[in-house]
């Protein structure tokens, strides 16, 4: 079983910055499939960022350029770092896990922009 722990998140002005982390716990815990998603009051949970095994990494046409997502294999955390944000990445963000042919949700962690 593995655990994905959120934290950093909260209100911030439209431009201004955010890291999100998310800590994996767990016997075979790891961080090496990561990816976050968020959810948008009304809308359906929609991929954000990815990160793959081998270190490349993917985003949606709306964060490339302000978002950058890294982890730490040390300390089993993925992050998401977030700049020059806008009103519409107002969310609830959920980090992701696979591990051993599983996918695996953190709880979840609200981030609001205002205008």
């Known amino acids: 079983q593995v655990r994905l722990v959120e934290s950093g998140g909260g209100l911030v002005q439209a431009g201004g910055s955010l890291r999100l982390s998310c800590t994996a716990s767990?016997?075979?815990?790891?961080?090496?499939?990561v990816a976050w998603y968020r959810q948008a009051p009304g809308k359906q949970r929609e991929f954000v960022a990815r990160?793959?095994?081998?270190?490349?990494?993917e985003y949606i046409d709306s964060v490339k350029g302000r978002f950058s997502i890294s982890r730490d294999f040390v300390k089993k955390t993925v992050y998401l770092q977030m700049s020059s944000q806008k009103p519409e990445d107002t969310a609830v963000y959920y980090c992701s896990s696979v591990n051993g042919g599983e996918q695996y949700w953190g709880q979840g962690i609200q981030v609001a922009v205002s205008s």
């Open positions: 990160m793959y095994g081998g270190g490349n990494s």
């Open positions: 767990g016997k075979s815990a790891n961080v090496a499939h």
